[in-house]
């Protein structure tokens, strides 16, 4: 049984950002798993059903998280992103703000996790950049129109972390996706990732914090809102430097002459499960090709040295507030937002096991393995 990553998969976990593990969960977890979508009722809620914090708890995947990344809360709960097969491009703006039929790579939509997303304009938006704005943000689950950290999105998120709005993001140290359907074929509904795009991510952030202090969307270089895209309320998932830097004139263009990163499609069948770093933008596509629904369960890991004192989920992509947006009490001195700073802007610094292969790779390509500290 594998308890380990080897040095040759570290390795490639430090260079693409993600690593694949085929066959890694036991048939039987797999099939009880299974089981469990299958017998669900209608609106019924999985988000902590043992049959999926199994696929963690009672599988290899463990011990060897454990010894890649350090010490973390087992798992009680998970988020589900089922995409029925047979979906088709569509009309409607998609959160980038343009037609769902137009956007490449069968939609896959690259961003990162902790950001605050709210109602996509189905119409071309009108007013000022300050009035759209408003608008949006005002269509979330708590918090109207006023640029806050009270200010709730449609995905429980909120639009910044921390009170003095310097944070909009959050994060987390691992993504575990455990693949329980066919998703060995392009527009199978899978995970899309930007192949060494943790690597740029982590490079903007410590230009942002240099800049003031501020981390994610509103920070600098990365405003929250495109109005140049057609619905002139198109979310910026990612900063323009990145897709910038993952574009060429290869790349697949919007009707509009925008150029697109390609994204690698993570190609799994059942049993098979990919760790990912927080860093790495990622997206789902469509699940047009493939033969079932796209199931994988997604975990969110977090280092426990982070906040040692704190039980995390495994569900939430924004661990330093409530699933719910709530505050959440820390001890005195226990500033939340800046320790997701600074692992931000190190983004191994909360994989233990990972140091030597990065201390080599990074001396290897010549580039320092100082801690940015801030």
Request: aromatic share 10%; net charge negative; charged share 25%.
């Amino acid at each position: 049984m594998k308890m380990q990553l080897t040095d040759d998969e570290k390795r490639d976990f430090y260079r693409d950002g993600f690593v694949v593990l085929k066959d890694v969960i036991p048939q039987d977890l797999v099939a009880r798993a299974q089981v469990r979508y299958k017998s669900a009722q209608s609106g019924e809620d999985l988000t902590h059903a043992d049959e999926f914090t199994d696929l963690i708890n009672r599988s290899p995947l463990a011990p060897i998280m454990r010894e890649a990344m350090g010490e973390f809360d087992p798992p009680s709960g998970t988020r589900h992103i089922v995409r029925v097969h047979g979906q088709k491009p569509a009309e409607h703006f998609a959160a980038l703000g343009y037609r769902d039929k137009d956007l490449p790579y069968y939609g896959a939509d690259l961003h990162m996790d902790g950001e605050a997303v709210f109602q996509t304009p189905q119409e071309p938006a009108e007013g000022t950049p300050e009035e759209i704005y408003e608008r949006y943000i005002a269509t979330g689950r708590k918090g109207g129109p006023e640029r806050s950290a009270e200010n709730i999105g449609i995905n429980f998120a909120p639009l910044f972390h921390d009170p003095a709005l310097t944070n909009s993001l959050g994060g987390f140290t691992a993504f575990l996706f455990v693949c329980l359907s066919d998703q060995s074929m392009h527009g199978g509904g899978q995970t899309n990732v930007l192949r060494g795009g943790h690597h740029a991510m982590e490079r903007f952030f410590r230009w942002q914090y240099r800049e003031n202090g501020c981390v994610g969307p509103e920070g600098p270089g990365w405003p929250r809102l495109n109005h140049d895209a057609p619905n002139r309320c198109g979310y910026m998932h990612l900063p323009d430097s990145i897709y910038e830097e993952f574009t060429d004139e290869n790349s697949a263009c919007t009707p509009d002459g925008r150029r697109w990163p390609e994204p690698t499609p993570v190609f799994m069948t059942p049993g098979d499960a990919t760790i990912a770093m927080y860093h790495i933008p990622h997206g789902g596509s469509r699940n047009e090709n493939g033969h079932s629904a796209r199931k994988s369960p997604i975990f969110a890991l977090v280092n426990k040295k982070r906040q040692p004192n704190k039980v995390m989920v495994g569900n939430s992509d924004h661990p330093d507030r409530a699933w719910d947006g709530s505050f959440l009490n820390f001890e005195e001195g226990n500033n939340p937002w800046e320790r997701s700073k600074f692992a931000l802007c190190n983004m191994y610094h909360e994989w233990d096991g990972m140091q030597a292969i990065v201390a080599e790779e990074r001396m290897r390509a010549g580039d320092s393995n100082e801690v940015f500290e801030l």
